[in-house]
């Protein structure tokens, strides 16, 4: 799998860094660091940067690209470098369709509820407009065998994050869970002067039940025959919080889900469980369509 690994030298694309040390597969990934050096960059936090001398910001970007690819490299990854000049998430996209690259990585420093909502970042854009899958790390905790939850929906989203899982991940390091979610019936509730709420009415039919465990277990089929031991459960509740739920586990190293749409054009408020799970988990991998 061909991977981009962007990285600002700044805490979080840091710990994106780890991540990949610890969960990818060095026989099967190839991989490219690129820094940008920002040079007419529109976002926010590259403001201060653009202070510094093109020459000092270039010099920057190269050293840290330079130090990624020799940490990789110490891990046993095939690894090259690009040092690039302008604004990130432009250069960034350019190179995932220059590349043809499966999969990016990178870190995503802002986790605040303001900070989440102000979607100029470089992470944000290259998340909504990448033509394919994208890991966002805000943090990697590290040590012990990582646990990898893949969300299983039925749909074919839901496949392609197993697919993305299985070419990225080492199956001798990594143990993979397939979680199919249950939403029960809900009605909305709202007093005269309250805010409108919901609450759970009735239970699950059992082909309800049936279906979402089939789904789960047809994926765990598929990593089973990569290799990895893997195990399909389903859980009730609301599905974004369900997984954030799961995310919050300490040997949790990412939640991987499929996308429900992308494009440069698309809203930036997004209410799909994606979307949700990207903005608060430690690491997530959003799946989309490789490029062909």
């Given at each position: 799998?061909?991977?981009?690994?962007?990285?600002?030298?700044?805490?979080?694309?840091?710990?994106?860094?780890?991540?990949i040390a610890e969960v990818g597969d060095p026989d099967r990934v190839e991989i490219t660091v690129v820094s940008v050096a920002p040079h007419g960059s529109r976002h926010l936090e590259h403001i201060p940067l653009q202070l510094?001398?093109?020459?000092?910001?270039?010099?920057?970007?190269?050293?840290?690209?330079?130090?990624?690819?020799?940490t990789l490299e110490s891990d046993g990854f095939k690894v090259k470098g690009e040092s690039l000049e302008g604004d990130p998430s432009d250069e960034i996209l350019g190179l995932i369709e220059a590349q043809g690259c499966g999969l990016t990585v990178l870190g995503s420093g802002s986790r605040s509820w303001l900070g989440n909502l102000l979607l100029g970042s470089v992470s944000t854009a290259v998340l909504h407009a990448s033509p394919s899958s994208v890991l966002?790390?805000?943090?990697y905790q590290?040590?012990?065998?990582?646990?990898?939850?893949?969300?299983?929906?039925?749909s074919d989203g839901a496949e392609?994050?197993?697919?993305n899982v299985i070419d990225f991940a080492d199956p001798e390091r990594c143990q993979v869970e397939v979680l199919s979610i249950i939403r029960p019936p809900e009605k909305s509730l709202q007093a005269d002067d309250e805010l409108p709420t919901s609450e759970v009415t009735g239970r699950v039919d059992d082909q309800t039940t049936t279906e979402a465990r089939s789904g789960a277990e047809q994926l765990?089929?598929?990593?089973?025959?990569?290799?990895f031991h893997a195990r399909a459960r389903t859980a009730l509740g609301h599905?974004?919080?369900q997984m954030l739920h799961e995310a919050q586990a300490?040997?949790?190293?990412?939640?991987?889900?499929g996308a429900t749409g992308r494009g440069r054009a698309r809203p930036p408020l997004m209410g799909s469980v994606s979307d949700q799970v990207v903005r608060l988990a430690r690491a997530t991998l959003v799946a989309r369509r490789t490029l062909s």
């Open positions: 799998m061909k991977i981009i690994y962007a990285t600002d030298g700044f805490p979080a694309s840091v710990a994106a860094g780890r991540l510094d001398p093109i020459e000092a910001r270039r010099q920057q970007s190269l050293e840290i690209a330079e130090a990624a690819v020799r966002v790390v805000h943090s590290g040590g012990g065998a990582p646990r990898i939850v893949i969300g299983a929906d039925g392609l994050a197993t697919r765990q089929v598929l990593l089973h025959d990569a290799g599905p974004s919080e300490e040997d949790v190293a990412l939640i991987a889900l």
